[in-house]
């Protein structure tokens, strides 16, 4: 291939290329990817477009099993409940339904696309703060379990009680300090301030409703294995006080999830391989704050909903450079066919980011513009890259957790997404949208339909 003239620039050296930590860890782009799993990219490219989301089964299967190893072995009672909102494809959720998790949803739309799936209602655990009365009628009937957010939706239980002649079984949300911060206090009870209790006492007072679990979720990409520790001993501490004065058996501790996937947050010097810790510290500190301040041969089940630590690092988004640009400062910058609009994510994390070829040229640092006509549309800012060709294929990953169930439609269509199977094959989970997805809803009133004469 002819080599493209490269107008000659002075760009400074930046001795920032050093930090306190030692070598620099910006993402650095000479790192080559021709293929994942063993499929060529340029394949890939050729037969379902860019921008492509890929995912992995072969790295998905292994990550869950290195999560529920990592905790079976240390306690003996647990659950695994896929958190539907990190990524509700049919094909993410059939692999993990298939590994024997239970579904985790925050919404009737959520809810609905489990059933339709063919999760028994028994097999959801349904979250949120708002539960609509005819999702929460239907999860009764069908045995789904539920978590009560606030006081509201402990009345909404009561009435769902009394219409179906029943006694309804749920859980409620917590949400408490455990070193974390700011406090995810929007959610569920609060532990410290009482509230908590008084829940427990109006739930008891009601006769309507048996409180059969506890449930928390702390917060997201949690790096501090402590605060889990602090999490279980207050969760455990508390239903201990609720069985004893108020007689409920609680039957399960529902952790939440928020483990961190080997991403690299913003902000954050030093590289995920050092920077997160594993899943084994996390699932040690949990195991052995349970097993510690647990009655003897009690062993209530222990719910995880982990979903960013599962699925993350089985997606990536192949992107491809439309244009090169050189900015007023001199940095130089790339226009790519995907921006935030399919990854909402690129607010918080940088990416790792590998080309599809050698590229010669010194490394300079680059900004990457994804395709919208908005200033904050920037998959990063600080990413060193040779003089890339218009065309070269972009890989970045992880990108398996909240973008493709983030992704906005806004001024362009949604990218397809495939599947790699552990055999190597390649399937189509999601096809690319076109103008019908879009305008298939909309209605023009007669009288104002154009023509042109
Ligand atoms: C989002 C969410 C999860 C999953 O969180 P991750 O950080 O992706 O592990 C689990 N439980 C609840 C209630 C949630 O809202």
Redesign the pocket.
């Known amino acids: 291939m002819k080599k493209r003239y490269e107008k000659p620039v002075i760009f400074k050296l930046k001795t920032g290329l050093m930090n306190k930590f030692g070598k620099s860890t910006l993402p650095y782009g000479r790192r080559v990817r021709r293929e994942i799993d063993g499929v060529p990219i340029e394949e890939l490219v050729k037969e379902f477009g860019s921008p492509l989301f890929v995912f992995s089964e072969k790295r998905l299967r292994q990550k869950f099993r290195e999560v529920k190893n990592a905790f079976t072995l240390r306690y003996p009672n647990v659950e695994f409940s896929w958190?539907y909102?990190?990524n509700y494809l049919d094909a993410i959720c059939a692999i993990l339904h298939s590994e024997g998790e239970t579904a985790?949803v925050?919404s009737e739309f959520e809810y609905e696309k489990a059933r339709r799936l063919g999760v028994p209602g028994e097999k959801i655990i349904y979250?949120?703060p708002y539960k609509p009365i005819d999702s929460l009628r239907t999860a009764v009937k069908e045995g789904a379990r539920i978590n009560i957010d606030h006081f509201e939706e402990i009345s909404d239980l009561e009435k769902v009680a009394d219409e179906l002649g029943v006694k309804v079984k749920a859980g409620i949300?917590l949400n408490m300090d455990t070193g974390i911060y700011p406090q995810w206090s929007r959610?569920g009870f609060n532990l410290e301030n009482g509230q908590a209790l008084d829940a427990v006492k109006r739930i008891a007072a009601g006769g309507k409703i048996e409180l059969v679990g506890l449930?928390c979720?702390i917060?997201?990409?949690?790096l501090e294995p402590s605060a889990y520790e602090k999490e279980v001993k207050k969760m455990v501490e508390f239903a201990y006080r609720v069985e004893d004065e108020f007689g409920f058996k609680i039957e399960y501790i529902d952790i939440?999830?928020?483990?961190p996937s080997r991403n690299r947050l913003r902000g954050v010097y030093l590289p995920p391989e050092l920077a997160v810790p594993t899943i084994d510290e996390f699932a040690e500190r949990i195991a052995s704050a349970l097993l510690s301040s647990l009655r003897p041969g009690d062993y209530p089940k222990l719910i995880l909903?982990?979903?960013?630590?599962?699925v993350d690092e089985a997606g990536f988004l192949i992107t491809t450079v439309h244009a090169s640009k050189r900015m007023p400062d001199g940095r130089k910058a790339y226009v790519l066919d995907a921006g935030v609009n399919v990854l909402f994510t690129a607010f918080w994390y940088h990416f790792k980011i590998e080309v599809d070829k050698e590229v010669a040229g010194p490394l300079e640092p680059c900004i990457l513009y994804g395709p919208l006509c908005m200033n904050i549309d920037v998959v990063d800012d600080t990413v060193y890259l040779p003089p890339l060709p218009r065309g070269t294929r972009l890989i970045l990953s992880p990108v398996g957790?909240?973008n493709v169930t983030q992704w906005m439609q806004f001024i362009r269509y949604r990218p397809a997404v495939v599947l790699i199977g552990e055999k190597g094959e390649v399937e189509l989970i999601r096809e690319r949208e076109d103008l019908s997805d879009i305008v298939g809803r909309e209605r023009l009133p007669e009288r104002l339909r154009l023509s042109w004469e």
């Open positions: 958190s909102k990190t985790e925050v979250n949120g949300r959610f449930h979720h917060g997201t990409f949690i939440g999830g928020g483990f909903e982990s979903g960013r630590a599962i957790a909240y």
